[in-house]
């Protein structure tokens, strides 16, 4: 989950490096560093923010036109300075930036102790660079073969670039497990976790493969797997635009994320939907099309955000297509022995695609014989490319950590497979398909007026940032929105909240509500919405605050409710993409009157690419 930066060209190595590092905070920001060939290899490293780095950088010689830059999301040792990336090697010849986790980092530890080895941090990435120096020194090989040996027997998951002060043009880059990407420019390279720091300088990109080695040195580069095999690399266009990673003059990226989901879910549909011809197609659904109809049952593995969508999906499916669903958190799936059998259809669905719990269910899914259809945002990503088929959404980058426009496209994407596969199968009629396609079509619209209550929601935020505990509840298709909007306050606002089907208050939380707990009610009109008016009076009746997001032009609720936030009437199937909008403006506006990091919640990485 930690940021890298990487440069080697005729540029100044640090203005591409920070200004990466920064573009990265998204992904580890407990501390930053980066190593520099200033008379020999130079390493700078600071806990906090980039900005805290570029402090301790003042003064400092910068011309190296070689670097590679880190920020961290800790896993060994505590955020500090010295637990802090790049990491030295024992003579200081080498300097390692890393991300992921070596599992049998321990015993390698104990091993290089025995032969003389003193440590500085806690890390397990600078055991990573001290055990590469041993093999090096041990075989008397060149670095790029002691790289390999030394990947040929660590355990665990890694995305390396390795620095060496006997080479001033040499960068060594290894994945396996952990995203990398590297751009192409005029006798120049850019490595980075995703694309976002070099979409300025290249649209031309590599991503590596797990056990893939690349050895840039002297303006060239050359690939190749950790069998010593050469590999020929796939150069990608980007397709992104500079302007989509800044924040375009809102205060946050997350608060700009929320107002882009018209466009986002849009942008999902694009090309694929067209409602008045009844066309609905999905490009990347179609060799393993068939077996999507005729599936016996659909697992769906997430987590986060994406694991809600995939509740709200399950719905869908089992309503429109008649096939039963099974949704996993990935982290457990991969755990508990699940039964798969050979033509299971799973569904991995993931904003970054790199989530390393989904990417192993993936592959312990794969090795039993089911067909994987992903459903992720970022294009060259390891789910996608592990997925036998699967679908984009589209969405454009999201920066923010608290996940929005990811959850709104992610259904977006589901509905339309769902509406395919129903269509195709004959488990819906024509009527409600073309009913569903005109529906779907109009969700960016409907999207677009639940924005205009921004300023409503705002004012209402006001008297409940003090609030300690939160209540979310819905039923049916609105119960994973609760789920949604929970996660969202906690995540930000750093307020306990839990979601709950409404009906299940009654088993327990309803101990809870007092006249200081707000319960917000997704109550929008749907076939449960008798019980829950039933519920919120309920909750009335024990002196709580309820706010209510409610259908327009209701009349029953805002007698009972203390607050009501009036969102479009849309078909239930497809309310969720409209009733989480309120449900993420109050989060955000919450968290902004609490001083909190909207963009950089504590304790929290964008992308969970380690255990």
Not at 193 to 217: C, H, R
């Amino acid at each position: 989950m930690c940021g890298i930066v990487g440069y080697v060209g005729h540029r100044k190595a640090s203005d591409v490096i920070i200004k990466g590092l920064k573009r990265l905070e998204y992904r580890g920001y407990d501390s930053a560093g980066i190593a520099l060939m200033n008379n020999g290899l130079q390493v700078y490293k600071k806990k906090g923010k980039v900005a805290d780095l570029e402090e301790v950088l003042e003064g400092a010689n910068l011309n190296s036109t070689i670097g590679i830059g880190h920020t961290r999301w800790a896993t060994h040792g505590e955020p500090n300075d010295v637990n802090a990336h790049p990491h030295y090697s024992s003579t200081k010849n080498l300097a390692i930036i890393h991300n992921g986790i070596i599992e049998n980092y321990s015993s390698l530890k104990q091993d290089l102790e025995n032969h003389g080895h003193e440590f500085q941090s806690e890390t397990d990435s600078e055991v990573f660079i001290h055990f590469i120096e041993h093999i090096q020194k041990a075989n008397d090989c060149p670095l790029e073969e002691a790289v390999r040996l030394a990947l040929t027997k660590v355990v665990g998951a890694y995305a390396i670039v390795i620095m060496s002060a006997d080479n001033p043009d040499l960068l060594i880059a290894a994945r396996k497990g952990s995203p990398l990407v590297i751009g192409l420019g005029n006798k120049e390279f850019f490595l980075a976790s995703d694309a976002t720091p070099i979409i300025e300088y290249t649209n031309e990109v590599v991503y590596l493969n797990d056990y893939e080695i690349a050895i840039i040195d002297n303006g060239t580069m050359r690939i190749k797997n950790t069998q010593d095999v050469p590999m020929h690399p796939y150069i990608q266009t980007l397709n992104l635009e500079l302007e989509a990673i800044e924040k375009g003059g809102y205060e946050h990226f997350m608060l700009k994320e929320i107002f882009e989901q018209p466009k986002s879910t849009g942008d999902c549909m694009r090309g694929r939907l067209n409602a008045s011809k009844g066309h609905l197609v999905l490009g990347g659904i179609r060799e393993y099309a068939n077996k999507l109809i005729s599936a016996e049952r659909i697992i769906m593995v997430a987590c986060g955000t994406s694991w809600h969508a995939c509740l709200v999906a399950e719905y869908i499916f089992e309503e429109f297509c008649r096939i039963p669903v099974e949704v996993e958190y990935a982290s457990e799936f991969r755990y508990r022995n699940p039964i798969i059998r050979e033509g299971d259809v799973v569904v991995a669905v993931s904003q970054s695609g790199e989530t390393a719990d989904t990417l192993a269910a993936i592959e312990l899914a794969k090795s039993k014989g089911a067909i994987i259809f992903g459903v992720c945002n970022v294009v060259g990503s390891s789910i996608a490319r592990t997925s036998h088929e699967g679908a984009y959404t589209h969405a454009g980058p999201e920066i923010g950590v608290a996940s929005t426009k990811a959850f709104t496209a992610q259904l977006t994407v589901l509905t339309m497979i769902a509406l395919r596969v129903a269509h195709k199968k004959g488990s819906i009629t024509e009527r409600k398909y073309h009913e569903l396609l005109v529906e779907l079509e109009n969700i960016p619209g409907k999207i677009e007026k639940a924005l205009s209550l921004n300023d409503k929601i705002k004012y209402m935020s006001d008297l409940f940032k003090d609030a300690r505990n939160f209540l979310y509840l819905g039923r049916g298709y609105n119960f994973p929105v609760a789920l949604e909007g929970a996660l969202k306050l906690k995540e930000i606002s750093y307020i306990h909240a839990e979601g709950y089907p409404a009906a299940e208050m009654k088993h327990g939380p309803i101990a809870l509500i007092d006249e200081e707990m707000p319960v917000v009610f997704i109550a929008t009109r749907d076939s449960s919405y008798d019980k829950v008016v039933s519920n919120i009076q309920e909750v009335k009746a024990r002196k709580g605050i309820v706010i209510a997001v409610v259908t327009e032009g209701d009349a029953l609720i805002p007698k009972m409710a203390d607050h009501v936030i009036e969102v479009p009437a849309v078909n239930e199937a497809l309310m969720p993409m409209v009733s989480v909008i309120p449900l993420q403006l109050l989060s955000y506006h919450i968290a902004v009157m609490r001083g909190c990091n909207v963009d950089q919640p504590r304790n929290l990485a964008k992308s969970v690419t380690v255990e």
